[in-house]
């Protein structure tokens, strides 16, 4: 089982939306300076809690894994994953491990970025590519849906492993069997590292959230 869905937050009733909120969530809201920021917070939880419902998961008690990667510890075979970029919140949930990553699609982004910290045959890859910039958002949420997908994040280095782009998006030398799907929603890149294939992204209407 995997579900995947996303949702424009820029229009978030921020008060409705917090008051939704269990106090734990609320903390990391109120840690937020502006209220963009609060709303991809807020909406983000929302879009989780609205598909665990729909799984008739309605009481998840969250804790960190060792590296940070919040889980869910009441409920068995149940695991998630959230991202948000610009105005859009973006969750998966899944019965195996997941890990999600949206990004808006900036054309003016630095390409050295990519010849710093990523593998080198993705940065050529992406020097060869008609669409430099485009091509590098399409590694950029591949790579960081596959750290977030093993739990570590950015504590796994962007270098140490390798995505190949093809007619099917793989990890080299995966042991795992891990399967890569991606997205184009309007400027924004979405990926999704997990168990299964993914063939569409549910968009979620804002006023579902409450």
């Known amino acids: 089982m995997i579900k995947l869905a996303y949702c424009n937050v820029e229009d978030l009733d921020l008060s409705r939306a917090y008051s939704l909120l269990p106090a734990i969530r609320r903390k990391k809201v109120d840690n937020f300076r502006f209220a963009k920021d609060k709303k991809l917070s807020c909406g983000a939880f929302l879009l989780l809690k609205k598909m665990l419902d729909g799984q008739g998961i309605h009481n998840p008690q969250f804790k ?16 998630f994953n959230l991202s948000h970029s610009g105005k859009l ?35 050529e890859n992406i020097k060869k590519s008609k669409k430099p910039a485009d091509e590098f958002f399409n590694y950029w949420v591949l790579k960081e849906s596959y750290m977030k997908y093993t739990g570590l994040g950015f504590n796994l280095e962007l270098n140490s492993f390798e995505i190949i782009i093809g007619d099917e998006i793989t990890l080299k030398n995966d042991k795992n069997n891990i399967k890569f799907n991606l997205f184009d929603i309007d400027d924004y890149k979405m990926a999704i590292a997990g168990h299964y294939n993914v063939e569409k992204v549910t968009k979620i209407n804002v006023n579902e959230l409450y």
């Open 89 to 123: 919140v973006l969750c998966a949930i899944s019965d195996m491990e997941v890990g999600v990553d949206v990004e808006y699609n900036d054309s003016g982004i630095d390409l050295n970025i990519a010849k710093n910290y990523f593998y080198n045959s993705e940065y």
């Open 64 to 79: 960190l894994s060792k590296y940070g990667k919040a889980y869910i510890s009441n409920h068995e075979n149940i695991y």
